[in-house]
């Protein structure tokens, strides 16, 4: 029965692997892309995977990818993701190829966004497009949005679920001919978690229903379109995502983790994009973006768990008030059929703003330039070259903190990196069943303000001289086509960083800094496996090894990335109305604490979902998640969800 847990997890459908039907369902808006060459081997979930595994935010959507590892921050309720052991702030998020990850501190919580708008989600790993701009250290994550294909579209969906939960969420699309509109809207709340029926209660959490782990998501947007000719397209974007959420309490055995009653009443993000693409002259395109992104918080930390009152000396209401101003140019053009040379420039400026309340205002700016070139050139029909470089320069503009011992505003000194950056990549086709590539990038990411400036409500001490981290990525991979229904892609990569940023102990008494700790080692593998015997019946499985060391200073660990996991999948159709499916997930245990002094254990769960069409345009789900209620945790002292249910019901009228 274990064995057969382990090879059970939603479908995860690669580039390489997705039906031209199943790929076709959802048409994909191609100005959000970020494309190299479409040979390249990129990971992604679509549209359609992410309606067969029940998977409503970003986050939960990327877990069944190899080398992804997904996270829940238990100290801030973020949902987050690793691509192999690089976290978001080195991996960078994209929205359309549009940056929208926190200015301050370069994370996002992925579980804030919903994924009713989104047509698929790309992964590139060590090795990413120039295109994308600075600090893509470890990769790129790129959200790209959905976009009508019919005259009128309406995709709609509803559901339920444990803790009192809800979803729902519309799409409402039309192409006519010269342009296009797109709208969608959605909700996702939950009331509480419910916790396993063994998990042990303490004076904090004296009963089953977590504390202090509700959430409250809304996501709008609305996308318009003029496609005047067949070469041209310009399009105007505007997302919303406003959240509220509660942090649950750190319930493990730590002494030195300090308990903390937090709740954020609001975390709101806007972006308003532009996006064109037109062809100046026969074989030349020139892809404009231009976008402005805003985001805006609030923090409050209470005395206790009532969450009432706020008069002990930790009791604060912290104000976030962030904004990003930039843009990229992007101009391609073929040559004899062999090459196509593609060139960027990218200009971006950071603003971050915070107070306590009561307190005045702080501003962080920062100003980051990238420039780019890459070609792909094809040698012959069955090798492809691909090399580039970039130079990108990070200069700040102003950094500001507050003393409250002396109430009076103090200024870091300006400070300036920058950066080369390098890559070259090799894809070779030996034969149809057969092929293989080869990638080394050389990569920079720049410090964050958080990294930088940033006293972390009294625990560290500020180092506005970090230097520049550096990476250089290898891969070795494959793809084999062992039979008609078999297909295999295993993957081995190495990754070695220089200055790498990471927090030090005790550097004053009980405080810890961020400083650049030396060289340290990513290395792993991953192994990629789908099997469909017949028609109906489809097997899916990914495996992921990763060791990183830290090569300078040993006993300095890094954290929540287990070494071994595995996810995989079957599924099975029943007369084209009813298909169901079995997962399960393992993950080896995880470090927690950069000491070592936290650890989650390892776990293996098994998951249920039953998908039934009554027509052409409806259908109902209903799933079973944790089906043996395992104890079990991402984060020491932050317990996740014990047996939970769901059901929902999804119309769709159009592609």
């Known amino acids: 029965m274990f064995v057969l847990i382990?090879?059970?997890?939603?479908?995860?459908?690669?580039?390489?692997?997705?039906?031209?039907e199943e790929n076709d369902s959802i048409k994909v808006y191609t100005l959000g892309e970020v494309v190299v060459t479409k040979r390249i081997d990129k990971d992604e979930v679509t549209a359609v995977d992410i309606n067969k595994n029940n998977a409503n935010n970003v986050a939960s959507a990327m877990k069944v990818m190899p080398s992804v590892i997904f996270d829940n921050v238990g100290s801030r309720n973020e949902q987050t993701v690793f691509v192999r052991g690089f976290n978001i702030q080195r991996v960078p998020v994209f929205i359309d190829g549009i940056p929208v990850y926190v200015p301050y501190d370069g994370n996002l919580d992925l579980g804030m966004f919903t994924t009713y708008d989104v047509s698929k989600i790309d992964v590139s790993k060590g090795y990413s497009s120039m295109m994308y701009g600075a600090n893509t250290m470890g990769g790129a994550i790129n959200i790209v949005s959905r976009k009508p294909q019919e005259r009128f579209e309406l995709d709609a969906n509803a559901g339920g679920m444990s803790g009192r939960g809800y979803k729902a969420g519309v799409n409402i699309g039309s192409d006519f001919g010269k342009g296009y509109v797109q709208a969608n809207f959605s909700l996702l709340n939950r009331d509480y978690i419910p916790l396993p029926a063994n998990f042990d209660t303490v004076p904090l959490q004296r009963d089953h229903t977590l504390n202090n782990s509700y959430y409250n998501h809304l996501k709008t947007g609305i996308k318009a379109g003029f496609t005047p000719n067949s070469t041209d397209e310009y399009t105007i974007n505007y997302i919303y995502s406003h959240g509220e959420k509660g942090n649950p309490v750190y319930l493990g055995s730590d002494p030195h983790m300090r308990v903390r009653f937090w709740q954020w009443p609001y975390w709101d993000k806007q972006s308003i994009y532009f996006i064109s693409s037109t062809e100046p002259a026969t074989g030349m395109i020139l892809k404009t973006r231009f976008y402005f992104d805003r985001f805006k918080n609030k923090l409050s930390s209470f005395d206790d768990d009532t969450y009432t009152t706020q008069a002990r000396r930790y009791a604060f209401n912290s104000f976030y008030d962030d904004y990003t101003l930039g843009g990229n140019i992007e101009l391609s053009e073929e040559i004899k059929d062999k090459n196509t040379l593609r060139f960027s420039m990218h200009l971006k400026n950071d603003h971050h703003r915070e107070h306590n309340e009561g307190d005045p205002d702080v501003h962080i700016a920062d100003n980051t330039v990238s420039v780019g070139a890459e070609d792909v050139f094809t040698l012959v029909p069955k090798l492809t070259f691909i090399p580039g470089v970039s130079?990108?320069?990070r200069k700040s503009i102003s950094a500001e903190s507050y003393d409250f011992?002396?109430?009076?505003?103090?200024?870091?000194?300006?400070n300036t990196n920058d950066a080369f950056n390098a890559q070259f990549a090799c894809y070779y086709d030996i034969s149809e069943k057969l092929s293989a590539n080869f990638n080394v990038a050389y990569k920079n990411r720049f410090a964050t303000m958080k990294d930088r400036y940033s006293y972390r409500i009294g625990k560290s001490i500020p180092n506005p001289d970090l230097k520049t981290e550096r990476a250089l990525n290898l891969e070795l991979a494959g793809n084999i086509r062992a039979a008609k229904n078999l297909n295999i892609r295993p993957e081995v990569f190495y990754s070695h960083l220089t200055n790498t940023i990471q927090p030090v102990s005790n550097?004053?008494?009980?405080?810890?800094?961020?400083?650049?700790?030396?060289?340290?080692?990513?290395?792993?593998t991953d192994l990629s496996v789908k099997y469909t015997p017949v028609k109906n019946f489809a097997l899916n499985a990914v495996y992921s090894f990763i060791r990183r060391n830290n090569l300078s200073n040993p006993d300095i660990l890094f954290i929540d990335v287990p070494e071994h996991k595995l996810f995989a999948s079957v599924r099975y159709t029943v007369a084209r109305k009813l298909m169901i499916y079995f997962s399960g997930e393992y993950s080896s245990?995880?470090?927690?604490?950069?000491?070592?002094?936290?650890?989650?254990?390892?776990?293996?769960?098994?998951?249920?979902?039953?998908?039934?069409?009554?027509a052409k345009y409806l259908k109902a789900e209903a799933g079973i998640n944790n089906i043996f209620d395992k104890n079990y945790s991402l984060e020491e002292g932050y317990p996740e969800a014990g047996r939970n249910f769901y059901a929902g019901i999804h119309f769709n009228m159009g592609k």
Not at 507 to 524: C, E, P, R
Not at 596 to 606: E, K, M, Q, T
């Open 6 to 20: 382990l090879f059970l997890h939603p479908a995860c459908h690669f580039a390489q692997n997705i039906s031209r």
């Open 391 to 393: 130079y990108n320069l």
């Open 405 to 414: 011992v002396k109430d009076s505003i103090i200024s870091f000194p300006n």
């Open 507 to 524: 550097v004053s008494g009980d405080l810890y800094q961020m400083q650049n700790t030396g060289s340290s080692f990513f290395a792993g």
């Open 589 to 614: 245990e995880r470090i927690n604490s950069s000491d070592g002094a936290r650890v989650s254990p390892a776990f293996c769960i098994a998951n249920l979902q039953v998908t039934y069409s009554f």
